[in-house]
């Protein structure tokens, strides 16, 4: 009997048993929904998660002032001594000290409040240079950005985030307006592309100035050539490792320390950052994965009932086809593909059922539901050898019993 | 179209079966298969054993017979006499404790579960009396399976399943499913399924048994003829009207046959 015979007859099995058929189609169905659904919804939460840190720049590295790791109790906690200064920042924007940086973009920050006829409207005033757009991966909604040309001569020019200019300027087109920023007139020559907030702090509300016109301007004295932070953009993921010893190696240089437990500023990661939330989200999709393999394990359970007691109310037609000169393989072939279509059948389904909920689903509940496409190979392979275990076992248990017992059998 | 000449079924290329497709069944009426020079069915000594629990019990005890080629034989007792055991060994679907059994010339008692599936394909028909058939497959489909696993091209096959369901006055319904048929015309579908493959050995086991008498008749007018037409039959019944249709009536009780069994008595009771 040749492959195409053993097909149809065990296709035909199928189909004239239809509710038997349907009935593990639709144990397999469930256990596969549910595993694409749960392992989509682990997977969406980690994606969001990571999206709203890559959100903050890619390839950033963040140096704050002061010590999070000393031990010497003189030093304060990160970000509580002014160490960082415009210079240092220059330092690590020449290629040769190091060439692994992409961008660099000094910021200092002050909460101020900013003015526009009787509306005003208090947010963070960031001062920075033209770098600061790309390094943070941001982009302009409409007009420009601070370029190196009003860095140089102090140019008293803002560039609004969204939420900013809304609460300024309500419907109005901002750009070439003025805006008193603590008391300074400004014009607006940029709005940036809304970003959505994350957990931290909200990316769209912040008016950027150009860091000179900053420290003269609106911070002024002593203090005017100390940054609040230096946010450091790496050429790329791979040279991320390589920039963050670039610049711990040439800050450490500046500042004149030779040990890197008596460092005075802080280098945090975006990729550590990532590394956490991921950590914790995978934990969740594993949890989930978890709940979906046992959905699937029950639904298994299942179909090994159905096809158990399948095989066994067809004993007399394997006695049958026996005498008729079916040889054992022959039989356990014919119930291996009526398993395994089984098992196709209602991974397919599953599969299909599982898309369907993870496009419909995110209309209804706040959660993403991110699309795996090994979820879905996964969980179709493990439908099929489902039904093939639990479907062949007891086909090549009755395949070997004396044509006459299984012709008797009732 | 008649194809002449030996074609080879696959098993075994010394005995030429000659295939008429418009009547599959029909061999020349010069008596016997001319091909058989040995007997269809020889064994001897036979003895099965059934085991259950602690218990065994002797269903067949030293059971020697021959039946040549062309013979109608009837294998007649009462229920627990070992018909049915000595039947199942004669159609190769269990196999003897001890003893010898050449089915055509060659030796079953030493083949692989492989090899006797291939036996029963080819060599040998089997009707039922629950007929057997697939419900779930029309008559002709029903009546293809054995040449499904002999592995017949399909065209040929349904060629023969539908010549064979002719023969047996079938040729009508061969669309219809096994419940869409009477008890009577079941099992012409099942005697249909056991010529198909021309077999050296028809084995009908009570094959009127759940028939009423009229179906019973056509039945057993069914066996007469493929008889006639050069066919090994073996029947087994408990009734000897049945058993006086047959041309020898072999007895056997408690296990063994009883006498006069080598004495060939043509149409009438042993």
């Known amino acids: 009997m040749n492959l195409v015979e053993t097909f149809r007859t065990g296709l035909e099995a199928v189909v004239s048993h239809r509710l038997r058929s349907s009935l593990t189609v639709l144990g397999i169905m469930i256990g596969i929904t549910a595993v694409i659904l749960t392992v989509g919804l682990g997977e969406g939460a980690q994606q969001q998660v990571g999206s709203e840190i890559s959100s903050l720049g890619a390839n950033l590295l963040i140096v704050s002032p002061g010590s999070s790791t000393s031990s010497a109790g003189i030093r304060g906690g990160s970000g509580s001594a002014s160490t960082l200064t415009v210079a240092n920042s220059d330092v690590l924007a020449s290629k040769t000290v190091a060439p692994d940086i992409a961008g660099v973009a000094p910021v200092v920050s002050a909460s101020e409040s900013l003015t526009e006829g009787t509306t005003n409207w208090t947010t963070t005033v960031v001062g920075s240079n033209a770098s600061w757009l790309t390094v943070r991966g941001r982009t302009m909604a409409e007009g420009r950005f601070i370029s190196g040309h009003d860095v140089q001569t102090h140019a008293a020019v803002v560039v609004l985030a969204p939420t900013t200019a809304s609460e300024l300027f309500g419907g109005r087109d901002p750009v070439g307006q003025t805006v008193d920023v603590a008391g300074t007139p400004m014009s607006v020559i940029g709005v940036l592309t809304a970003e959505g907030s994350s957990a931290t702090s909200n990316v769209d509300d912040q008016a950027i100035i150009p860091m000179t016109t900053a420290a003269t301007r609106i911070i002024g004295g002593t203090s005017r050539n100390q940054l609040s932070s230096i946010y450091v953009e790496a050429t790329g993921s791979k040279t991320l490792s390589a920039a963050y010893q670039e610049t711990d190696r040439a800050l450490l240089n500046l500042h004149g320390i030779t040990t890197a437990t008596g460092a005075d500023f802080t280098i945090t990661s975006q990729q550590s950052l990532l590394a956490t939330a991921t950590s914790v989200d995978k934990t969740l999709t594993v949890l989930l994965a978890g709940i979906a393999g046992i959905s699937l394990l029950v639904g298994g359970i299942g179909v090994m009932n159905i096809m158990l007691v399948s095989v066994t109310e067809r004993i007399r037609e394997i006695g049958l086809r026996k005498a008729l000169g079916a040889t054992p393989r022959v039989i356990r072939r014919q119930f291996l593909v009526e398993a395994s279509v089984l098992g196709l059948v209602g991974g397919m389904l599953g599969a299909i059922l599982g898309l369907a909920g993870a496009i419909i689903l995110p209309h209804f509940i706040s959660n993403p539901i991110a699309i795996s496409g090994a979820a879905i190979a996964g969980s179709i392979a493990i439908a099929i050898a489902i039904g093939v275990a639990f479907g062949v076992y007891p086909a090549s248990r009755a395949a070997r019993l004396a044509p006459i017992d299984a012709l008797r059998s009732e | ?270």
């Open chain 2, 1 to 270: 179209m008649t194809v002449e000449g030996p074609i080879s079924l696959g098993l075994d290329d010394t005995q030429p079966v000659r295939i008429d497709d418009t009547q599959p069944v029909r061999i020349d009426d010069t008596g016997t298969y001319p091909a058989y020079s040995a007997p269809v069915i020889d064994i001897e000594d036979v003895h099965k054993l059934y085991r259950t629990g602690s218990l065994e019990v002797a269903a067949l005890r030293g059971v020697s017979l021959t039946i040549a080629a062309g013979e109608y034989v009837a294998l007649m007792g009462p229920s627990g006499s070992g018909k049915s055991t000595l039947m199942h060994i004669l159609g190769c679907l269990d196999v003897p404790t001890s003893g010898s059994y050449r089915l055509a010339g060659e030796d079953v008692s030493a083949m692989t579960e492989i090899e006797l599936a291939e036996v029963r394909n080819r060599r040998i028909g089997f009707v039922f009396q629950q007929f057997n058939l697939l419900a779930s497959l029309p008559a002709w489909r029903n009546v293809e399976l054995p040449l499904v696993y002999a592995g017949v091209d399909r065209s040929t096959r349904k060629q023969r399943a539908l010549a064979a369901l002719d023969r047996v006055g079938m040729g009508d319904r061969v669309e219809h499913r096994p419940g869409e048929l009477s008890g009577g015309q079941q099992q012409r579908v099942a005697l249909a399924r056991a010529v198909v493959t021309d077999p050296a050995l028809i084995l009908a086991d009570e094959p009127t048994g759940n028939l009423d008498s009229a179906s019973a008749r056509e039945v057993l007018d069914l066996l007469a003829e493929l008889h006639d037409s050069g066919r090994t039959v073996v029947l087994i019944t408990h009734d000897a009207e049945v058993a006086e249709t047959t041309s020898r009536t072999l007895r056997i009780r408690d296990g063994q046959i009883l006498g006069a069994s080598s004495a060939s008595v043509t149409g009438g009771v042993a």
